[in-house]
């Protein structure tokens, strides 16, 4: 099984103003790169990341502009990187926020990458570097990441900030004179991975919120700090296919082995080789959504159980007590009851 990249959908969250302005058609995008809609209303699902490549190419041909993801890069902020960038920009300074960044990337954002920092004595230079082996729609991906790793430096350095000069790899665009334009920087093709180069110095920036810092991230952020698959992980790529295809109705074992690209029985061999079954990975991700809504929404059980592929409330509340004994409603209000008693402690 080749190694198999992950990132949140959140950073997809401006694609869908970006391309209506562009004249295209978001819905068609989607559609076109065989992807749920929801993915937009979702920050915390995973997407396989050739999914995400495909996602901005199809977005590109959609608005017929090879630069797309180098125009949605710029109106890409650090709250579309979810837990991720609120983590990052608690660092005191720019030097330590790029320090999480490279430790914390494959754990709460995106795996089968690695940023890397290098300093010599006059450059910093950070390079974004892929071992996920997808070839189509690469680059327009790594014009989205150098765009996001931008941002974050801007939050300390400030929204008038430019590096000195940014790498792309592969093969050079036909107009990169345009895409200087766009980037408001100098542009080097090499056949190396992308990176921002700036001046070292602007690593000891303080960060600016540095009153107003909170302690940590918050029990609720922890909750979705860390769903990203492993890469060589099927069991949790699976996982993570399954809440994926429940966005368009509940998963079957072919839309799933579909999307892992491989046969239904070959999902379910290499399944049971790693003590797993399909069902049961299958009745985790409903738990675990139905816990989740049940807990922070105030969606009705069948509201609830219409999102999560039933097509009869009945069926998801029978579900529901196989899982925990009781009723979705009584469960929801014993969690109310339960907060009530910490509340008055």
């Known amino acids: 099984m080749r190694r198999t990249g992950f990132t949140i959908a959140g950073t997809l969250a401006p694609m869908a103003g970006c391309v209506t302005e562009m004249g295209g058609s978001i819905e068609r995008v989607f559609q076109r790169a065989e992807l749920p809609l929801g993915l937009l209303q979702t920050p915390h699902i995973p997407v396989p990341l050739r999914e995400h490549f495909r996602l901005l190419m199809m977005a590109s041909r959609e608005v017929r502009d090879a630069l797309f993801a180098a125009r949605l890069g710029k109106q890409v902020t650090v709250g579309n990187?979810?837990?991720?960038?609120?983590?990052?920009?608690?660092?005191?300074?720019?030097?330590?926020?790029?320090?999480?960044?490279?430790?914390?990337?494959?754990?709460?954002?995106?795996?089968?990458?690695?940023?890397?920092?290098?300093?010599?004595?006059?450059?910093?230079?950070?390079?974004?570097?892929?071992?996920d082996p997808t070839f189509e729609g690469r680059q327009h991906n790594e014009l989205l990441a150098l765009s996001y790793m931008i941002a974050v430096i801007r939050y300390y350095c400030g929204a008038n900030w430019f590096p000195d000069h940014v790498i792309i790899g592969g093969t050079p665009m036909r107009s990169p004179g345009t895409l200087e334009h766009v980037l408001s920087t100098n542009v080097v093709f090499r056949d190396t991975a992308g990176a921002i180069v700036f001046g070292r110095q602007r690593l000891a920036t303080r960060n600016p919120a540095r009153q107003q810092l909170a302690?940590?991230?918050?029990?609720?952020?922890?909750?979705?700090?860390?769903?990203?698959?492993?890469?060589?992980?099927?069991?949790?790529?699976?996982?993570?296919?399954?809440?994926?295809?429940?966005?368009?109705?509940?998963?079957?074992?072919?839309?799933?082995?579909?999307?892992?690209?491989?046969?239904?029985?070959?999902?379910?061999?290499?399944?049971?080789?790693?003590?797993?079954r399909f069902s049961e990975l299958l009745g985790?991700?409903?738990?675990?959504?139905?816990?989740?809504?049940?807990?922070?929404?105030?969606?009705?059980?069948?509201?609830?159980?219409?999102?999560?592929?039933?097509?009869?409330?009945?069926?998801?509340?029978?579900?529901?007590?196989?899982?925990?004994?009781?009723?979705?409603?009584?469960?929801?209000a014993q969690i109310y009851a339960d907060r009530e008693v910490d509340w008055d402690r």
Not at 233 to 249: H, K, M, N, R, Y
Request: glycine content about 8%.
């Open 81 to 131: 990187l979810g837990i991720y960038g609120k983590w990052v920009t608690q660092a005191p300074t720019l030097h330590e926020a790029l320090l999480r960044a490279n430790t914390g990337l494959p754990y709460m954002l995106q795996t089968a990458t690695r940023l890397v920092l290098r300093i010599d004595k006059r450059c910093a230079t950070w390079s974004y570097e892929l071992a």
């Open 215 to 276: 302690p940590g991230l918050s029990a609720n952020d922890l909750e979705h700090a860390f769903g990203i698959p492993e890469p060589d992980d099927l069991v949790q790529i699976t996982s993570a296919l399954i809440a994926l295809e429940l966005l368009d109705g509940l998963p079957s074992l072919g839309s799933v082995s579909n999307r892992a690209g491989m046969s239904r029985r070959t999902l379910q061999r290499h399944l049971m080789i790693r003590g797993a």
């Open 284 to 332: 985790e991700v409903l738990q675990g959504q139905a816990f989740r809504l049940l807990r922070t929404s105030d969606q009705t059980v069948t509201e609830i159980a219409t999102l999560l592929g039933y097509n009869d409330a009945a069926h998801f509340s029978r579900a529901f007590e196989r899982w925990t004994g009781m009723s979705p409603s009584r469960w929801r």
